[in-house]
Structures are given as structure tokens and as C-alpha cells.
């Protein structure tokens, strides 16, 4: 398809161990967003890739949590050890411009459980 | 990073217009203002940006005030499929690219 594309859509782990969730953003997008969105709670912005700049990871809630993009294109979000409260939704993004004014194209989200 | 105050719940009634609120009274003159939606279970989809005049789009109008430190998303005839939480976000361009920060928005309901 067109859109941004997300595996796996669910996943449900155990208490400690490791999970990746992926990211297929729209060809030819350079900006890519990994944002969280917990049980009723608003959107958590996590880490954003601007083509071949260094990424902002400011959002990162921890050290268990990391994520690179290869060749610019397809995004691995990597949680260690995973803990109950890092259950939610890990919602990707997609953008065709770095500017202010470029939209952001979402896909339909991974969400985690973790026992 | 500058912020937004929305409202956290409004109402409405089926083809009546909406007017969503939201301030930004700290925003500098290279913010954009962006509005975003997400349906129940959906992921984010974006609505309409504007930086200094009111726009108007297929899905909405946003009516930006003269000292940009608030804006208005207007639906013009609201419809059951409009409900959903609505974002309001000041999106800014710097050396290394722009992040977008989300708050918490403004969840609308639609009777019919």
C-alpha cells in the first residue's frame, strides 16, 4: 500500500524480554516519528529521524529503549527488558518535508501488551 | 518547546458547526500551527496548518487570530464520524528538522 505500514500490529509479551516493532514509512519521506500512546492518555512523542541527521531521541523514557533507521527508509524500535508499564500503542509516522509546514502520516499503530 | 491549551472535552450536535479553541500564547513567529485528529482505535490523520492566514480545506476551516496566539478549527457541519480528539500543535523548523509535539487535545463528541 501507499501508507505508512506497521508490524507486527500486535504483540504481546512477557515481563522482560525483548521486543522490536517495525516501520515502513511512505517512499521518499526522509522525516520519520515513533510516538507511544498509553491506555487513554494523549500521544508521547518518542524519537524523530530527519534524513541523514542525527536523530532527536529526547523522548526516549529510557535506555531500554532505542530505534535506528537503515538506508533512510525502515525504522526497528527496540524496547529491552520490557516492563508492564511500557504497554500502549507505538504509533509511526511519516513526513516528505523537514519543514514546518510538511504533514505527518501516521500508520494504524503496534500495540503492546506486556504480561 | 511552545505549548498549547486546548479544552479537554466539548459537544456537539450533528450539522451544527464546531469551533475549536486553542492557545498558543507563547509562539514565535517560524511556528507553524497544525491541527491533527484521531479517530477511536485509529492512528493520527492530519486536518489543516496554517502559519499567519485563516485556511480552509476539504475537512475544515482554522481561523488564525491577528496576534497568532490562539486559532479556531471550525467544522463547518459536524457529522457522527467527526467525533474523535482533536490536536492542536505548534510544529517549528530548526537546524536539524522539526519534531511535533502532541498534547493532550480536545475530545468532541457529535449527538445526533
Known amino acids: 500500500g501507499a501508507g505508512v505500514s506497521q508490524s507486527p500490529s500486535n504483540k504481546v509479551t512477557e515481563k522482560g524480554k525483548d521486543v522490536e516493532l517495525r516501520c515502513d514509512p511512505i517512499?521518499?519521506?526522509?522525516?520519520l516519528y515513533w510516538y507511544r500512546q498509553s491506555l487513554g492518555q494523549g500521544l508521547e512523542f518518542l524519537i524523530y529521524?530527519?534524513?541523514?541527521?542525527?536523530?532527536?531521541k529526547s523522548g526516549l523514557p529510557s535506555d531500554r529503549f532505542s530505534a535506528e533507521r537503515t538506508g533512510g527508509s525502515v525504522s526497528t524500535l527496540t524496547i529491552q527488558r520490557t516492563q508492564q508499564e511500557d504497554s500502549a500503542v507505538y504509533l509511526c509516522?511519516?513526513?516528505?518535508?523537514?519543514?514546518?509546514?510538511?504533514?505527518?502520516?501516521f500508520g494504524e499503530g503496534s500495540r503492546l501488551t506486556v504480561l | 518547546d511552545a505549548k498549547t491549551t486546548q479544552p479537554n472535552s466539548m459537544e456537539s450536535n450533528e450539522e451544527e458547526p464546531v469551533h475549536l479553541p486553542c492557545n498558543h500564547s507563547?509562539?514565535?513567529?517560524?511556528?507553524?500551527i497544525h491541527w491533527y485528529r484521531q479517530l477511536p482505535s485509529q492512528g493520527p490523520e492530519y486536518v489543516i496548518h496554517?502559519?499567519?492566514s485563516n485556511v480552509n480545506n476539504r475537512m475544515a476551516s482554522l481561523a488564525i487570530a491577528e496576534d497568532r496566539k490562539s486559532s479556531t478549527l471550525i467544522l463547518h457541519r459536524a457529522t457522527l464520524r467527526d467525533a474523535a480528539v482533536y490536536y492542536c500543535?505548534?510544529?517549528?523548523?530548526?537546524?536539524?528538522?522539526?519534531?511535533?509535539?502532541f498534547g493532550k487535545g480536545t475530545t468532541l463528541s457529535v449527538s445526533s
Open positions: 509516522a511519516s513526513s516528505h518535508s523537514r519543514g514546518a509546514a510538511g504533514e505527518l502520516f
Open positions: 507563547t509562539i514565535s513567529g517560524t511556528d507553524y
Open positions: 517512499s521518499g519521506h526522509t522525516a
Open positions: 529521524f530527519q534524513g541523514n541527521s542525527a536523530p532527536d
Open positions: 496554517g502559519l499567519t
Open positions: 500543535i505548534l510544529k517549528r523548523s530548526n537546524q536539524a528538522g522539526t519534531a511535533l509535539i
